[in-house]
């Protein structure tokens, strides 16, 4: 097979893996002579508790203002972390940042950013939610359209020699 790849979906939680699965991106992104996407999704089911919240006390929390906080503080992270780490790279790499249910919002930005390949970590933030619900990452694996990357910590999967 011979599929040429024209974008990479890499995304990223700021969890402890994000920094491998940029440098993992980028690293495939320099092999295949394309642009990544950096991607990150707001979890729906934060605004969903918020919302609830803030129906006993509206006057002192606006969701909409908290997404738009949101989506500005993700933004400056992902901009922080590729001018801290990817500095000479960086120009192969655009950002964007969703509200949805993370699985589901990677799966839809496949198709609407005609995406090629997707890297992203086997864990991230949500260990609790992983055990209650499955993890993101596992739904992506599942239903992805394209070949999906999974990057783990070394350390816990050595080699055997």
């Given amino acids: 097979?011979?599929?040429?790849?024209?974008k990479?979906?890499?995304c990223v939680d700021f969890s402890d893996y994000s920094l491998a699965v940029l440098e993992y991106a980028l690293e495939l992104a320099d092999m295949a002579h394309t642009q990544i996407l950096v991607y990150n999704v707001i979890n729906q089911r934060d605004i969903?508790?918020?919302?609830?919240v803030s129906r006993y006390v509206p006057d002192k929390i606006q969701v909409e203002t908290y997404i738009k906080d949101m989506k500005k503080e993700r933004v400056t992270k992902i901009r922080?972390?590729?001018?801290?780490h990817f500095f000479d790279t960086k120009s192969q790499m655009n950002f964007k940042v969703d509200v949805g249910i993370p699985s589901e919002a990677i799966l839809r930005t496949i198709e609407t950013?005609?995406?090629?390949?997707?890297?992203?970590?086997?864990?991230g933030r949500g260990n609790l939610s992983r055990?209650?619900?499955?993890?993101?990452?596992e739904k992506v694996f599942r239903?992805?359209?394209?070949p999906v990357v999974s990057v783990r910590e070394s350390k816990n999967f050595k080699r055997e020699k």
């Fill in 48 to 52: 969903n508790m918020l919302e609830t």
């Fill in 8 to 10: 990479i979906l890499a």
């Fill in 143 to 146: 239903h992805s359209p394209v």
């Fill in 1 to 6: 097979m011979n599929k040429k790849i024209n």
């Fill in 131 to 137: 055990f209650l619900f499955g993890s993101s990452a």
């Fill in 113 to 123: 950013e005609a995406i090629d390949l997707v890297v992203m970590a086997n864990k």
């Fill in 80 to 84: 922080m972390m590729l001018k801290e």
